[in-house]
């Protein structure tokens, strides 16, 4: 068997197992006991096996195929790479801050009195540095996901389909992983226009620009541990900290933006994606070729 | 796997076993030792009135929070701290020391790995932490029927995460002595900061104001986790917790340097 089919057949094995590990007991647990209950309550017990679903087809493709623990990246690698876990922090703080302040120019006005009289700068600091400290920490719960995805899964793919094509192919794949848990409500509710489609349109958008910075961040470190950080201040709810800078859109407990408006919102994050990745392709580009 | 961290895994994989399981088996244990027996014996609506004493929901005023769920917040630093300091008494020879001196990867990767370690360790009882408060909502799902609404504001999430960063302050202060000086003396720091802080309560409760009873300790307490886990204590707070847990950061960084530096005079002191 050629290394390509090889690699083929292992990704192959990896998504049956990633998807069946994790669709099979979602859907059950859906139909059985609702996803409120089972993801956000008291049943919170059996989500955690599932939510490693990624991490376990990592290991068992690994035992199926007989591939060994080469290129695991299950190492911190802080020598010379403590920036980028340092950028593995700020990136959702600037995802978020980007945002926020879209959706302010968009659909209200900048009006920097607004924002300090709902929360002084020194609060906003306060929250960030928290924020960005207990992150990390949350972690444990994003590797079951990144040591399929960035340690397996795009090491695969990227033989294949090239960086670019592992990124978009990569972003669709881990968007509609979600999808279960979209069509419940998990990332956006359920009361929106397009739903449940147009959900699982944004949760693949987001997946591809979010898959950029984390396959950049592993390819930089050689770890997964990074990306794992990155994913953790991201569900942790980090980009939350930029919206002090919403302002001009009235009662903002009551501003709720509709799919289309966070979709928009997303484009500068989105485009600041794009450049990191015709930046990845060039200095690949540019690399020496191995002999 | 290879080098110094497999070796601490290894030497120590007893300790992160047991830190990481303490806390989940604890949960585990008493819902079987105790309530199954009362199920057994005495029917359902027994473990019903059962449950609801040992969560405190039999009087007329109700908290939030109760001993079944903070004694994993207990227990857990207890049970993985003595693990941690355990991992330096493994090494504390001075066949050892040198041997370490001599690797090509230095006496600084030797001291990386423990810190390494010893975070990990911090962290699988965070996780066991996690895992027994899920156990907790399953019991209390089972035996009450509680529902996802109910358990809006119970989670003590962030005080485990909090309880990582207090350990990592900890063992930042002592570990350069324990390096130093051996885990015997080095630990003589602690001891005597425990000491002093035993004394300072000791002296808190004959002279100062008490409250009235421990349901007032537990409302109190009960108290400050809502208002923690729900933001609403003081602005001040939150600063204080920002710059505690960044001193504790940068202050672990230090440490590791400072032990790098007192390695090998904690080296020479060793018997052999």
Not at chain 1, 255 to 273: D, H, R
Request: charged fraction near 15%.
């Amino acid at each position: 068997m050629t290394n390509k089919k090889l690699t083929l057949k292992r990704l192959l094995i990896f998504l049956l197992l990633a998807f069946g590990l994790a669709w099979i007991p979602w859907i059950i647990y859906n139909k059985v006991f609702g996803y409120h209950e089972w993801f956000e309550g008291p049943l919170v017990i059996v989500a955690l096996p599932t939510i490693y679903a990624p991490a376990l087809a990592n290991i068992l493709t690994r035992k199926i195929t007989g591939e060994g623990w080469e290129n695991s990246l299950f190492h911190f690698n802080f020598k010379g790479h403590l920036k980028y876990y340092a950028f593995a922090l700020l990136i959702p703080l600037a995802q978020g801050i980007l945002t926020y302040i879209t959706m302010t120019l968009a659909y209200g006005h900048w009006d920097f009195h607004e924002m300090t009289e709902r929360m002084s700068i020194g609060k906003l600091i306060s929250n960030a540095l928290t924020m960005l400290a207990l992150g990390p920490l949350f972690a444990w719960n994003t590797f079951g996901e990144e040591f399929g995805w960035r340690a397996y899964m795009n090491q695969k793919m990227e033989p294949l389909l090239g960086t670019a094509g592992t990124v978009i192919a990569g972003g669709i794949l881990w968007g509609v992983w979600h999808a279960p848990l979209t069509v419940e409500g998990h990332n956006f509710g359920t009361e929106y226009w397009g739903y449940p489609w147009l959900g699982i349109l944004y949760m693949v958008l987001f997946c591809t620009v979010e898959g950029v910075f984390l396959m950049w961040l592993t390819k930089k470190t050689d770890s997964v541990f990074p990306a794992a950080v990155m994913h953790a201040c991201n569900n942790m709810g980090v980009a939350g900290i930029g919206t002090f800078f919403i302002s001009g859109v009235g009662d903002i407990q009551k501003f709720e933006p509709t799919a289309a408006q966070s979709l928009l919102c997303m484009i500068p994050f989105a485009v600041c994606a794009a450049v990191m990745i015709a930046v990845m392709l060039r200095k690949q580009k540019a690399a020496p070729k191995q002999v | 796997m290879t080098g110094l961290f497999y070796k601490e895994l290894r030497l120590n994989r007893t300790a992160l076993i047991i830190s990481a399981v303490i806390p989940f088996l604890m949960m585990l244990l008493f819902v079987l030792l105790d309530l199954l027996p009362v199920l057994l014996m005495n029917g359902s609506d027994a473990v019903i009135a059962e449950w609801k004493e040992i969560t405190g929901r039999t009087g007329e005023t109700g908290t939030s929070f109760n001993m079944m769920q903070i004694m994993p917040v207990v227990c857990a630093p207890m049970c993985s701290g003595l693990m941690q300091i355990q991992m330096f008494t493994v090494d504390e020879t001075k066949k050892w020391g040198c041997f370490t001196a001599s690797h090509p990867k230095g006496i600084c990767t030797a001291v990386y790995y423990k810190y390494v370690i010893i975070f990990l360790t911090s962290v699988l009882s965070m996780v066991s932490c996690e895992v027994a408060q899920s156990l907790y909502w399953l019991t209390d799902h089972i035996i009450l029927g509680t529902k996802a609404d109910d358990m809006a504001g119970t989670g003590l999430s962030l005080v485990f995460m909090l309880l990582v960063f207090f350990q990592m302050f900890c063992r930042m202060i002592d570990i350069p002595f324990i390096v130093r000086f051996g885990s015997k003396k080095g630990g003589a720091v602690k001891a005597g900061i425990i000491g002093a802080l035993f004394l300072a309560f000791f002296v808190y409760f004959l002279f100062g104001p008490l409250p009235e009873s421990v349901d007032v300790i537990a409302l109190k307490l009960d108290e400050f986790l809502t208002k923690l886990q729900s933001g609403k204590l003081p602005a001040g707070f939150y600063a204080g917790l920002a710059a505690f847990l960044w001193v504790t950061i940068f202050g672990t960084y230090f440490s590791y340097k400072i032990s790098c530096k007192l390695y090998m005079k904690g080296v020479e002191q060793y018997d052999k």
